[in-house]
């Protein structure tokens, strides 16, 4: 059976620094579009970045652009979340998801579109 696992969520002062991972079980891994979400108490879940298989074509969220950084080691199963500059406003739990879609010009938020989910990891920020 096939999970995503995350790591590496914790606590961090503004103006801090953390790198998300997610480990994907199974041998396909490389043909996904990878996608991490973050969801703050109260919000809705908000697509924060993605990257296709080959790891040549990424997308980020307007709220994360110039800080954040998506990456992927196919050899290891892994995505990378590694966000920089952290603001209050982006304390969330973050989840990785696998996408369905097969390529990053064909990114929908559709719940339908993300077959994977990993449980979450906590991400606070203090000021």
């Known amino acids: 059976q096939v999970q995503l696992v995350e790591s590496g969520g914790g606590l961090v002062q503004t103006g801090g620094s953390l790198r998300l991972s997610c480990v994907a079980s199974g041998r396909t891994f490389s043909t996904y579009v990878m996608t991490w979400f973050r969801q703050a108490p109260g919000k809705e879940r908000e697509l924060v970045a993605a990257i296709d298989g080959s790891g040549g074509i990424t997308y980020f969220g307007d709220s994360v652009k110039g800080r954040f950084t998506i990456s992927r080691d196919n050899a290891k199963n892994t995505v990378y979340l590694q966000m920089n500059s952290l603001k209050p406003e982006d304390t969330a739990v973050y989840y990785c998801?696998?996408?369905?879609?097969?390529?990053?010009?064909?990114?929908?938020?559709?719940?339908?579109?993300?077959?994977?989910w990993g449980q979450g990891t906590q991400v606070t920020v203090s000021s």
């Open positions: 998801a696998r996408n369905t879609r097969g390529r990053i010009g064909a990114l929908r938020t559709t719940p339908g579109d993300y077959d994977l």
